[in-house]
């Protein structure tokens, strides 16, 4: 420790040395506005060529806020030009003797041409500009009532499954409209809500930090995939949206409508939506903290603390091997976007977005979304465990059906006011409230691998449970001088939770049970907990020369939180008898921790470089204070580099390779030591002995576009190793097995418990290749992924690892023919094989074939045909999941009104009955397969509504 902050000094002092040492910044600085509607014009490509040789040239990309900054070598006679697709290209001479800030440059947009156009050359589909990838809409054709969902899904490398959209191997974390935020961190709900015909081109970068895009100063070391809608100019002004409704066999409904107003800066957005048909539009808030909602009764899931950690903070590499979710509605929580949830879903939906610029000092964006969500689910599992006795039990079998209603309200502020050029002030609070309710029902036996029933158990409860959270940050910017800036950032956050559920379980013995029979048992049980924590940054940016930027940082945090919960054993008529010892736990959880960190940046128009070495140290403390108690406390220190390296060989060719490592602290939650009995067969605890974990992550990626074909590669890499990984410690009871007062495993069952261990591994590649097919007119994608991941767990006292390869090819063929002609179809290949050091489980395998096919014809003016066909096989699950299904939805619809704005629909779902909930998940501890239900064959009559009228 003594020995890392020596080190840490002498390069403090260095940095000093070099400060000292740093010459004048020659900077030319600007910012790109709409000449008419004097918004700004993000992606916008800013060149200055050397003359009288202007092959010599130097670049940069416009920010969201229409600003750039490009660092030339030497003073001279250069010439700007600036250019964007629906724009005229702005060039002006400069002579650039020192440090220039050009104010706005203002660019006139192209005019509409209408008639019939004919091009005989291929259209430019993509460029690369930077870390941008631009796709011109235009070369992209859909039907006339397409979103901008439909268009996206077109684009090369982009897809979305389940709810989740992906671009590039990466989820995408966040939509913006003309480079502002747009319905907050919801990128269904943008892409949903604008029409095709709307959009211009479709950029798809990392977005940086809010700090990065107000200082000019990157920090590559807090990304985002971000995607942004460039709209055409003519359509920023006017009314336009859909309304829908249809009414259909088994009482199968859905209604629902967008109705968007833009003049100028000003938009506002209405959106709704009520259906029976499991149509849903969620983010990520609408299952944070909810514990066991619709009944799926916990194996050990992550508590709502560690899912915030995982998907918002980016602090972990995925979810510790076995603390995941068992299934059901939420069982895909490591996405960052809710799935389609499983089971029969009613769904309720209202937002309501509202966004205005004035002048440029103030830009605000407020958003209010509800969603309630009813679901029915019954599922039946299969878990094949990793046990190192292969005469113990190795199998676990459930049934279960649920019911629950989750209600949630998001409220989302966002005011950036610039009273000046220097000065930008950032808020921005979010506030977030869940009630819900649950009630369900699981019946569940262990077996031996003979498939012998060791125990069996029935288990009913009833659950309420609401979450409160609240947070805000605020974010000064002091701009000195080009490359010259001091931030100030503030982050306070507050989590209440309250939970309060009663079980009743009856447990099954045979004549394996050595001790007297426990028979049937109830309990209720109340968890309250809160986490309140506080966080301050401060940055200050030095430029060294005109390529070499200085960065240092310092970052204290606080958290303070506690975990309350308490068991009760139940009489007969659900009266409170006595507080179950074992069950019950009030933790106390206390967090300091410090973050000293400097960095440099160089930046040229072929190489950029970004250095950065911090130094972390804090103290993280917990004490209980019911029951027995106990306290622990833990120090750590930490260097923690960054390195990212980026290489252009070309405007349309660059490799990007990035290392970053990170640490992950123990929850409330994995430290305390309650055991968690909501499924009396599958125990879990926390371990007060946990430490906190170091994981080294290395990301690559390659970029090339080839001109005017558009054909696209796109290589991704990402290698990741856990020391101190915090994996799972299991116990599985061969016989009866007391673990303590009151505290009992029957024959089969397993308890777990958090624990650190190392030899971690994830790899992941993925690799995209697309390419237009003029014979075909239609771009062609070719793409291959390929997953490893080795996860380190303990079984009865040995250490054991499972090791699962998945690799998958893809190809698709979407039609670029005309807006009469739409179609996209897909087919993936996939492997999937998992291995184990378990006696019951060396090798388990199976192959997926996945065909879709989408298509839309309009073989008349005012009908249109629509169907979708979807085949899904599997080969090595065995039994019925081995079944090949073919799910084929169908639709015939007749346009009418002016400008066909009107459609009446006879659709057709499922329509040959074979619709099919299988999955199988892999995590440290077992091989899960499920049958879940799913909706089935139904036909609805459905009316919409296009309106759309522009230029107001």
């Given amino acids: 420790?003594?020995?890392?902050?020596?080190?840490?000094?002498?390069?403090?002092?260095?940095?000093?040395?070099?400060?000292?040492?740093?010459?004048?910044?020659?900077?030319?600085?600007?910012?790109?506005?709409?000449?008419?509607?004097?918004?700004?014009?993000?992606?916008?490509?800013?060149?200055?060529?050397?003359?009288?040789?202007?092959?010599?040239?130097?670049?940069?990309?416009?920010?969201?806020?229409?600003?750039?900054?490009?660092?030339?070598?030497?003073?001279?006679?250069?010439?700007?030009?600036?250019?964007?697709?629906?724009?005229?290209?702005?060039?002006?001479?400069?002579?650039?003797?020192?440090?220039?800030?050009?104010?706005?440059?203002?660019?006139?947009?192209?005019?509409?041409?209408?008639?019939?156009?004919?091009?005989?050359?291929?259209?430019?589909?993509?460029?690369?500009?930077?870390?941008?990838?631009?796709?011109?809409?235009?070369?992209?054709?859909?039907?006339?009532?397409?979103?901008?969902?439909?268009?996206?899904?077109?684009?090369?490398?982009?897809?979305?499954?389940?709810?989740?959209?992906?671009?590039?191997?990466?989820?995408?974390?966040?939509?913006?409209?003309?480079?502002?935020?747009?319905?907050?961190?919801?990128?269904?709900?943008?892409?949903?809500?604008?029409?095709?015909?709307?959009?211009?081109?479709?950029?798809?970068?990392?977005?940086?930090?809010?700090?990065?895009?107000?200082?000019?100063?990157?920090?590559?070391?807090?990304?985002?995939?971000?995607?942004?809608?460039?709209?055409?100019?003519?359509?920023?002004?006017?009314?336009?949206?859909?309304?829908?409704?249809?009414?259909?066999?088994?009482?199968?409904?859905?209604?629902?409508?967008?109705?968007?107003?833009?003049?100028?800066?000003?938009?506002?957005?209405?959106?709704?939506?009520?259906?029976?048909?499991?149509?849903?539009?969620?983010?990520?808030?609408?299952?944070?903290?909810?514990?066991?909602?619709?009944?799926?009764?916990?194996?050990?899931?992550?508590?709502?603390?560690?899912?915030?950690?995982?998907?918002?903070?980016?602090?972990?590499?995925?979810?510790?091997?076995?603390?995941?979710?068992?299934?059901?509605?939420?069982?895909?929580?490591?996405?960052?976007?809710?799935?389609?949830?499983?089971?029969?879903?009613?769904?309720?939906?209202?937002?309501?977005?509202?966004?205005?610029?004035?002048?440029?000092?103030?830009?605000?964006?407020?958003?209010?979304?509800?969603?309630?969500?009813?679901?029915?689910?019954?599922?039946?599992?299969?878990?094949?465990?990793?046990?190192?006795?292969?005469?113990?039990?190795?199998?676990?079998?459930?049934?279960?059906?649920?019911?629950?209603?989750?209600?949630?309200?998001?409220?989302?502020?966002?005011?950036?006011?610039?009273?000046?050029?220097?000065?930008?002030?950032?808020?921005?609070?979010?506030?977030?409230?869940?009630?819900?309710?649950?009630?369900?029902?699981?019946?569940?036996?262990?077996?031996?691998?003979?498939?012998?029933?060791?125990?069996?158990?029935?288990?009913?409860?009833?659950?309420?449970?609401e979450l409160l959270q609240g947070s805000t940050q605020l974010l000064l910017v002091r701009r000195f001088a080009p490359g010259r800036s001091l931030s100030v950032e503030l982050e306070a956050e507050h989590q209440p939770q309250l939970q309060r559920s009663t079980q009743w379980v009856a447990r099954a013995l045979d004549a394996h049970d050595t001790l007297p029979a426990m028979g049937n048992f109830g309990q209720r049980t109340s968890v309250d907990g809160r986490t309140t924590s506080f966080s301050a940054e401060l940055r200050y940016s030095e430029p060294l020369d005109s390529l070499l930027t200085l960065q240092l940082l310092y970052r204290p945090g606080w958290e303070w939180g506690y975990s309350n919960r308490e068991a009760w054993q139940l009489d007969s008529v659900g009266s409170d008898l006595l507080r179950v010892g074992a069950l019950s736990s009030a933790l106390r959880r206390n967090l300091f921790q410090q973050q000293l960190g400097i960095s440099s940046q160089y930046s040229s128009s072929r190489l950029q470089w970004t250095a950065r070495l911090d130094y972390q140290w804090g103290r993280l403390s917990a004490r209980e204070q019911l029951g027995t108690p106990w306290e622990v406390e833990r120090r750590f220190g930490y260097l923690v580099p960054f390195l990212m390296l980026q290489y252009n060989f070309s405007r349309m060719q660059n490799l990007r390779a990035v290392y970053r490592p990170f640490v992950t602290l123990p929850t409330a939650t994995q430290l305390q030591a309650a055991v968690d009995n909501s499924n009396p067969l599958a125990l879990s605890s926390g371990n007060p002995e946990l430490h906190p974990g170091y994981t080294h992550m290395l990301f690559a990626r390659y970029h090339q576009v080839e001109l005017p074909s558009g054909s696209f590669l796109f290589a991704m890499l990402r290698l990741m190793y856990g020391q101190q990984y915090i994996s799972t410690e299991t116990i599985i009871a061969s016989r009866d097995t007391v673990l303590g007062p009151a505290l009992r495993l029957p024959p089969g069952a397993q308890y777990t418990r958090p624990v650190n261990l190392d030899g971690y591994w994830s790899a992941r590649t993925f690799w995209v290749l697309g390419m237009p097919a003029p014979i075909l007119r239609s771009t062609v994608t070719f793409n291959l992924t390929l997953d490893y991941t080795r996860t380190p767990a303990v079984v009865n006292g040995v250490r054991i690892a499972s090791r699962a390869l998945a690799p998958a090819l893809g190809l698709g063929l979407s039609s670029n023919w005309s807006q009469e002609v739409d179609f996209n179809l897909s087919y993936t290949l996939s492997y999937n094989r998992v291995r184990s050091d378990a006696a019951t489980l060396g090798n388990s395998a199976y192959v997926q074939h996945q065909a879709n096919a989408s298509i839309t014809l309009l073989p008349w003016q005012r009908w249109v045909l629509a169907t979708q066909l979807g085949y899904t096989n599997y080969n090595g699950l065995g039994g019925e999941a081995d079944r090949p299904i073919l799910l084929w939805n169908m639709a015939l619809g007749y346009r009418f009104l002016e400008g066909n704005a009107a459609e009446l629909r006879l659709a057709v779902t499922d329509l040959l009955g074979q619709n099919t909930g299988v999955s199988r998940s892999v995590s440290g501890q077992y091989i899960e397969d499920s049958l879940t239900q799913v909706l089935r064959r139904y036909v609805m009559l459905q009316f919409s509504y296009r309106l759309r009228n522009f230029q107001l």
């Avoid at 002498?10 to 070099?18: E, F, M, N």
């Avoid at 259209?123 to 859909?142: G, I, L, N, P, W």
């Avoid at 439909?150 to 992906?166: A, F, I, M, W």
């Avoid at 209600?407 to 950036?416: D, F, I, M, S, V």
């Fill in 1 to 465: 420790m003594r020995r890392y902050r020596r080190w840490f000094g002498v390069l403090l002092c260095s940095t000093g040395v070099v400060v000292h040492w740093a010459q004048a910044q020659l900077l030319v600085r600007g910012r790109v506005l709409d000449a008419r509607e004097r918004t700004p014009l993000p992606g916008a490509t800013v060149q200055l060529l050397s003359l009288p040789d202007t092959a010599r040239r130097w670049g940069a990309v416009a920010n969201p806020r229409g600003e750039f900054q490009i660092a030339l070598p030497e003073p001279g006679r250069y010439r700007l030009r600036i250019s964007l697709v629906g724009y005229r290209t702005l060039e002006r001479p400069l002579q650039v003797r020192q440090s220039l800030d050009l104010g706005e440059l203002l660019m006139e947009s192209l005019p509409i041409q209408t008639g019939e156009v004919t091009v005989e050359a291929v259209q430019e589909r993509a460029q690369v500009k930077q870390d941008t990838v631009e796709y011109a809409a235009s070369a992209y054709k859909v039907n006339p009532d397409a979103t901008a969902e439909e268009l996206v899904r077109k684009l090369p490398g982009v897809s979305v499954q389940q709810g989740q959209l992906t671009a590039h191997g990466e989820t995408v974390r966040r939509v913006l409209v003309d480079g502002r935020e747009f319905f907050g961190q919801d990128p269904m709900a943008v892409l949903r809500t604008l029409p095709a015909e709307m959009v211009q081109s479709v950029q798809i970068f990392d977005r940086e930090g809010e700090q990065a895009r107000l200082t000019g100063v990157r920090d590559p070391s807090s990304v985002e995939k971000t995607i942004n809608i460039i709209t055409n100019p003519a359509m920023r002004t006017g009314r336009f949206g859909r309304l829908y409704g249809g009414y259909g066999s088994n009482s199968r409904y859905q209604s629902g409508g967008t109705l968007n107003f833009f003049r100028d800066t000003l938009r506002m957005s209405l959106v709704g939506l009520s259906n029976n048909i499991n149509q849903q539009n969620f983010a990520l808030d609408d299952i944070l903290g909810v514990v066991n909602f619709a009944g799926q009764v916990s194996s050990g899931g992550p508590p709502p603390m560690v899912m915030r950690m995982l998907f918002q903070g980016g602090r972990f590499p995925g979810p510790p091997a076995g603390m995941r979710g068992r299934g059901g509605p939420f069982a895909q929580l490591q996405n960052f976007f809710v799935p389609e949830q499983s089971g029969i879903n009613t769904t309720h939906a209202l937002g309501l977005m509202y966004s205005n610029r004035w002048g440029n000092w103030l830009d605000l964006t407020a958003s209010y979304v509800f969603n309630q969500l009813r679901n029915s689910a019954q599922t039946q599992l299969w878990r094949q465990y990793f046990t190192v006795d292969s005469t113990g039990a190795a199998l676990y079998r459930e049934q279960s059906q649920s019911s629950g209603i989750l209600n949630t309200h998001r409220l989302n502020l966002r005011a950036e006011w610039t009273p000046d050029s220097a000065i930008t002030l950032l808020l921005t609070p979010r506030v977030v409230f869940q009630p819900s309710e649950s009630s369900p029902q699981q019946w569940g036996w262990t077996l031996q691998s003979t498939g012998d029933t060791l125990a069996s158990i029935r288990n009913r409860s009833a659950t309420k449970a």
